[in-house]
T-cell receptor
Framework: DQQVKQNSPSLSVQEGRISILNCDYT??????FLWYKKYPAEGPTFLIS?????DKNEDGRFTVFLNKSAKHLSLHIVPSQPGDSAVYFC???????????FGQGTILTVHP | DTAVSQTPKYLVTQMGNDKSIKCEQN?????MYWYKQDSKKFLKIMFS???????INETVPNRFSPKSPDKAHLNLHINSLELGDSAVYFC?????????????FGSGTRLTVV
């Protein structure tokens, strides 16, 4: 039972344009949503998070949007840079569960 | 100075062997975790420990046994290794509530069982 889903296995974007990565979830009890970035042969690195009581959180080039009614969140990267090429994981955290539940990841490729 | 370090980074072993993966964090975090990334790239939690106490034990075979000698260390011992255990294992740590600030992950241990 996959509670967090990233339906796009890959995304290709031109440098300087916007990258939009999407994530859906099924459990309305999640309290936080997070995005992680992963390079090959490295562990996931925390990027940005959002509380379930917010609808937007911004940090530099990264913005996360949360639509609770649709159980959907997205990560916007503007402008995209070649160094952003990596696998992006969406994750959700429920305080009562005490664990991060991950989506299956989206491979982002930013072309120069 | 690596925040969460795992050793070894690569481990190739034969079926039936017993092996251990070590993890140490120097962040002063209360909670540590083991995650498994399988061939389909899903990251799934196996165990979590808070201050040496087992908190989460997902549906994992008994052949997997975590051990936490202190809150900075969480080791994973695997008995009677099987082909299906081949995966990348990630250690992570967090403050008690890992929600907003997330977890800090190690760089992973790629286990290959032949």
């Amino acid at each position: 039972d996959q509670q967090v889903k990233q339906n796009s296995p890959s995304l290709s974007v031109q440098e300087g344009r916007i990258s939009i990565l999407n994530c859906d979830y099924t459990n309305s009890m999640f309290d936080y949503f997070l995005w992680y970035k992963k390079y090959p042969a490295e562990g996931p690195t925390f990027l940005i998070s959002i509380s379930s009581i917010k609808d937007k959180n911004e940090d530099g080039r990264f913005t996360v949007f949360l639509n609770k009614s649709a159980k959907h969140l997205s990560l916007h990267i503007v402008p995209s840079q070649p160094g952003d090429s990596a696998v992006y994981f969406c994750a959700a955290y429920g305080t009562s569960y005490g664990k991060l539940t991950f989506g299956q990841g989206t491979i982002l490729t930013v072309h120069p | 100075d690596t925040a969460v370090s795992q050793t070894p980074k690569y481990l190739v072993t034969q079926m039936g062997n017993d092996k251990s993966i070590k993890c140490e964090q120097n962040l002063g975090h209360d909670t540590m975790y083991w995650y498994k990334q399988d061939s389909k790239k899903f990251l799934k939690i196996m165990f979590s420990y808070n201050n040496k106490e087992l908190i989460i034990n997902e549906t994992v075979p008994n052949r997997f046994s975590p051990k936490s000698p202190d809150k900075a260390h969480l080791n994973l011992h695997i008995n009677s290794l099987e082909l299906g255990d081949s995966a990348v294992y990630f250690c992570a740590s967090s403050l008690r509530d890992g929600g907003f600030y997330g977890y800090t992950f190690g760089s992973g241990t790629r286990l290959t069982v032949v």
